[in-house]
C-alpha cells in the first residue's frame, strides 16, 4: 500500500533562517506530488507542483522554492525565513490528475519567532 | 477562473439530524468536483468525488452528495450526524487544484 511521509511535525525557526521540509511517498512510482500551504485552519494555498524529477511548476511566486531531486520526494525549502511563513504545511500526492484524488501527509507546523 | 466556494464557515447539528456542508462551483467545461475531511492536526482525507455519471455519489463513513448541474453546486449530506463526524470538510476542484476555504462542522451530543 501507499503512504506519504513529512517530516518534521512541527518546527519553530527564527525569522531569517533557512527552511528544509521533506516529503517522501513510498508504495508508487511517478506520482504527482503536492506542496499546500494552510493558514490559521483553513483554507489551502496550492505552492507547487510535479508532474516528474526536476519538474516544478510554481502556483505563487514567493519565499519558498520546491525541488523533487528523486522520483517520490519532494523538498520545500526557503533561504531566509518571513514571519508570514508560518502556517501548517501538507504534502499530497496523486496518481496522474483531475480525476484521482489526492492523497495527504500530517503536515508540518511551522512557527516563525 | 474556475473556483469552488462553501459559503457557511460553520455548520452545527444535533447528533441523529441530518447534515448538509454547502459548495458551489464555477467551473467551464465538466467538473471534477471532490469532497475532503480534516481533523485536528492531519492532512486530509479523501471522501468522495463526481466525476461522471449518477449526480448522487456515495463516500466513505456514510457521506454523500449530489451533484447539482442546473444550481452549480455539489451539497456533502448525511442523513443522521455523528460526533465524531465533527471536523473540517473541504470542496476542491481537482482539475484546477483549488479547495474551498473549508466548513467547520460541529455535531454536538
Known amino acids: 500500500s501507499q503512504t506519504i511521509h513529512q517530516w518534521p511535525a512541527t518546527l519553530v525557526q527564527p525569522v531569517g533562517s533557512p527552511l528544509s521540509l521533506e516529503c517522501t511517498v513510498e508504495g508508487t512510482s511517478n506520482p504527482n506530488l503536492y506542496w499546500y500551504r494552510q493558514a490559521a485552519g483553513r483554507g489551502l494555498q496550492l505552492l507547487f507542483y510535479?508532474?516528474?524529477?526536476?519538474?516544478i511548476s510554481s502556483e505563487v511566486p514567493q519565499n519558498l522554492s520546491a525541488s523533487r531531486p528523486q522520483d517520490r520526494q519532494f523538498i520545500l525549502s526557503s533561504k531566509k525565513l518571513l514571519l508570514s511563513d508560518s502556517g501548517f504545511y501538507l504534502c499530497?500526492?496523486?496518481?496522474?490528475?483531475?480525476?484521482?484524488?489526492?492523497?495527504f501527509g500530517d503536515g508540518t507546523r511551522l512557527s516563525i519567532l | 477562473a474556475q473556483s469552488v466556494a462553501q459559503p457557511e464557515d460553520q455548520v452545527n447539528v444535533a447528533e441523529g439530524n441530518p447534515l448538509t456542508v454547502k459548495c458551489t462551483y464555477s467551473?467551464?467545461?465538466?467538473?471534477?468536483l471532490f469532497w475532503y475531511v480534516q481533523y485536528p492536526n492531519r492532512g486530509l482525507q479523501f471522501l468522495l468525488k463526481?466525476?461522471?455519471?449518477?449526480?448522487l455519489v456515495k463516500g466513505s463513513y456514510g457521506f454523500e452528495a449530489e451533484f447539482n448541474k442546473s444550481q452549480t453546486s455539489f451539497h456533502l449530506k448525511k442523513p443522521s450526524a455523528l460526533v465524531s463526524d465533527s471536523a473540517l470538510y473541504f470542496c476542491a476542484d481537482n482539475n484546477d487544484m483549488r479547495f474551498g476555504a473549508g466548513t467547520r462542522l460541529t455535531v454536538k451530543p
Open positions: 499530497a500526492w496523486s496518481v496522474g490528475a483531475g480525476i484521482q484524488p489526492q492523497h
Open positions: 467551473v467551464s467545461g465538466n467538473p471534477y
Open positions: 463526481y466525476i461522471t455519471g449518477d449526480n
Open positions: 510535479s508532474v516528474g524529477i526536476g519538474q
